[in-house]
């Protein structure tokens, strides 16, 4: 019989890379939708035919029994979370409860219905927040900084003791910042190559960004999917740093996004203190040493590479809808 997975948050970024591996695979897979009147299929839809597609929620924990009653999966992914930083200042208290208490929810699920399911836990390097360590790795100390970090926190911490407590294979993927194409436009990385491909078409003339400074460890999120997966096929589960090694600011990553349009970036990048964080987190950089060593895991598409692919893209798409 073919293994099967659930995956939630299966038409977010992750997941429609995700689901793309596991049917490579040879696996059946379902996706976990939550009942709105504006779900957006575009990540999936070249990839629809092949997924079942079920509602639920992790807000509802009977949901999730009778998802896993009904399709008996072998491993479940969860990549369902309110995941956007700044949305999680605004709204801390549902960030909260999708992010942090919806592991749970999914955990007892698994717990009461069947403890053999293999589980993997979407956690953030936001956890280690204003940093302890450089790099950071599996043993450094948390300290988040904002309200999505402290949920993953939660998220992370409830994963190990459930693994601990009940013997159960649930693992965490400590990710570092992954991007692509499929990124929202919330995101920094996406609004930048999106916001260079309309300066370019001539449909804007800035971008405005906040602190130039900051610096993130970015890698592309079709590598990071491998990690997920290859989790959860060892013996004995664990929790893993996911990162490129290297660290770029925001001011490089907008450097390499102007310069593959052929646009100067100093006549068009325009600071804007509204998009500053109330609690900045100033360096993240990742130590995969753990995943290279154990999984055998590595990346594939250096940053520079990523940024001129989420750059190309942009400018495809929009010339696509602009005629």
């Not at 696996?27 to 009942?35: A, H, T």
């Not at 599996?138 to 988040?144: A, C, D, L, V």
């Not at 949920?151 to 649930?170: D, F, M």
Request: proline residues 4%.
């Amino acid at each position: 019989m073919p293994r099967r997975a659930l995956i939630t948050g299966i038409t977010g970024q992750d997941g429609s890379y995700l689901a793309e591996l596991l049917l490579s695979k040879g696996y059946e897979v379902v996706g976990m939708l939550r009942r709105s009147s504006t779900v957006n299929f575009e990540r999936i839809a070249h990839i629809q035919d092949q997924l079942t597609l079920v509602s639920g929620d992790v807000l509802d924990e009977v949901s999730m029994i009778e998802i896993l009653r009904e399709h008996r999966p072998n491993e479940v992914y969860n990549l369902a979370a309110q995941s956007f930083v700044k949305t999680s200042w605004n709204q801390p208290v549902l960030t909260g409860d999708v992010t942090a208490m919806g592991v749970t929810r999914i955990l007892d699920a698994i717990r009461l219905t069947d403890p053999e399911i293999r589980f993997y836990q979407a956690s953030s390097s936001e956890m280690f927040g204003k940093v302890l360590e450089v790099p950071q790795r599996e043993t450094t100390p948390f300290y988040p900084r904002s309200p999505y970090g402290v949920a993953k926190v939660y998220g992370h911490w409830i994963t190990v003791n459930y693994r601990e407590s009940y013997q159960l294979h649930a693992s965490s993927g400590i990710l570092f910042n992954h991007e692509s194409p499929r990124r929202g436009l919330e995101f920094l990385p996406r609004k930048v190559s999106y916001g260079v491909a309309r300066i370019k078409l001539g449909l804007d003339e800035e971008l405005r960004l906040g602190n130039l400074d900051s610096k993130r460890d970015w890698g592309f999120a079709g590598d990071y999917v491998r990690a997920m997966w290859a989790m959860l096929q060892q013996d004995e589960p664990s929790d893993f740093v996911i990162a490129t090694g290297e660290t770029h600011s925001v001011r490089e990553l907008c450097e390499v996004a102007f310069e593959r349009a052929s646009l100067d970036m100093e006549r068009h990048v325009k600071v804007d203190e509204r998009f500053f964080r109330p609690a900045e987190v100033d360096l993240l950089v990742g130590d995969a040493s753990k995943a290279r060593e154990e999984i055998g895991w590595k990346t594939e598409v250096g940053f520079a590479d990523l940024v001129q692919m989420m750059v190309d893209a942009d400018i495809d798409l929009l010339r696509g809808q602009t005629g």
